[in-house]
């Protein structure tokens, strides 16, 4: 059972794009983890600014993480912008999904609450990839760089790795069980219901630039 098992996430992480298949010739094409991220990302948001959810935002947490206008460039087309220039592993993209999600279930004191938008998803996803890649990869560019790719200044992108890895209480260990169950809420393209019942969503898986 186990051994099948193992095949089957191996297959997986194969398909996502996350483990080179060294029996089939190299092409140029995007790892569909992110494609697959850029989408789910942009389901989420736009499941958050539904017209009826509209008055409920003013409620919303405003963050260091948000903008005054959403930017230009969507958010599939950011996506392959850091993978192209940044150059992180494949995995930082599965960790990234998985930090963003942490963040935006972190209860918030006030009566207000956390999603992701379009005026703070640029920012949440270059700096949990900064962060990803820190703490995954062998080697990293460092922040100035990542600054740039990302459309902000270094100043900022120190500031938001800062807020970040507090507002995570530096939580950055991946259980191989968590990362393989965000794999599929990827590979199936699940969008979470909101951040109360994202551990809900997760657990039901394994039973079923311009300046921004």
Not at 40 to 52: C, G, H, R, W, Y
Not at 193 to 204: H, P, Q
Request: aromatic content about 8%; hydrophobic content about 35%.
């Amino acid at each position: 059972m186990e051994t099948s098992s193992n095949s089957t996430n191996s297959s997986l992480f194969q398909w996502l794009g996350l483990i080179e298949d060294y029996d089939q010739p190299s092409t140029s094409t995007l790892p569909h983890v992110i494609t697959l991220l850029a989408s789910v990302l942009t389901k989420m948001i736009q499941k958050n600014e539904k017209p009826f959810h509209t008055r409920r935002n003013k409620d919303e947490e405003i963050t260091m993480f948000h903008g005054s206008r959403s930017p230009s460039m969507n958010i599939q087309r950011y996506t392959e912008r850091v993978h192209r220039y940044a150059r992180c592993s494949p995995a930082c993209f599965v960790a990234a999904f998985v930090y963003i999600i942490r963040y935006l279930e972190i209860p918030v004191a006030t009566s207000t609450t956390r999603r992701l938008t379009s005026l703070n998803v640029h920012r949440l996803l270059i700096t949990s990839l900064l962060v990803a890649a820190k703490f995954l990869d062998r080697k990293c560019y460092n922040n100035a760089y990542y600054a740039k790719i990302g459309g902000v200044s270094t100043e900022e992108m120190n500031r938001l790795e800062r807020t970040f890895l507090f507002d995570l209480d530096f939580r950055l260990n991946i259980t191989a069980e968590m990362f393989e169950k965000h794999c599929l809420m990827l590979q199936r393209q699940t969008v979470p219901c909101g951040s109360r019942r994202l551990r809900t969503a997760l657990e039901e898986m394994t039973c079923g630039c311009q300046a921004i």
